[in-house]
């Protein structure tokens, strides 16, 4: 019995470690947390406050805060702030969306202008 306990514990403890991932597509050069992304499919795996995009063998690591939204989202939508900063990413399928340090909330006094 407590070997099944131990065994079940650690697949628990295995599936909340581990990685949400998300296909992204960015159809402009894009700027998070300070690094230029170009165009392009990424990979976004999100794992407790950080985002790593990956596109090929090039990585990028940016700290991120997951959210509900209200609706579900229909498709992936990228917000961005000040013309090339992304402010957050709604995940298609989801109630899901990224939102990144860095760019001022809309819900903040520095978003709303």
Known sequence: MT????AFATVALVAASAA????????????VNGTELKPGD????VEGDKAVFKQGKNSFE?????????EKN????VRYVQ???????RIGGTRTKLV??????PDSPAGSR
């Not at 070997?3 to 131990?6: D, Y």
């Not at 990424?42 to 795996?45: D, L, T």
């Not at 013309?83 to 990413?89: A, N, R």
């Not at 990144?100 to 909330?105: N, T």
């Open 83 to 89: 013309g090339t900063k992304v402010q957050e990413i």
């Open 100 to 105: 990144f340090e860095g760019a001022p909330s």
């Open 74 to 77: 229909n498709t992936n939508i």
């Open 42 to 45: 990424y990979k976004v795996e």
């Open 20 to 31: 949400t991932k998300y296909n992204v597509t960015l159809f402009q050069p894009s700027v």
């Open 62 to 70: 940016a700290p991120v805060r997951v959210q509900e939204t209200g």
């Open 3 to 6: 070997k099944l306990i131990f």
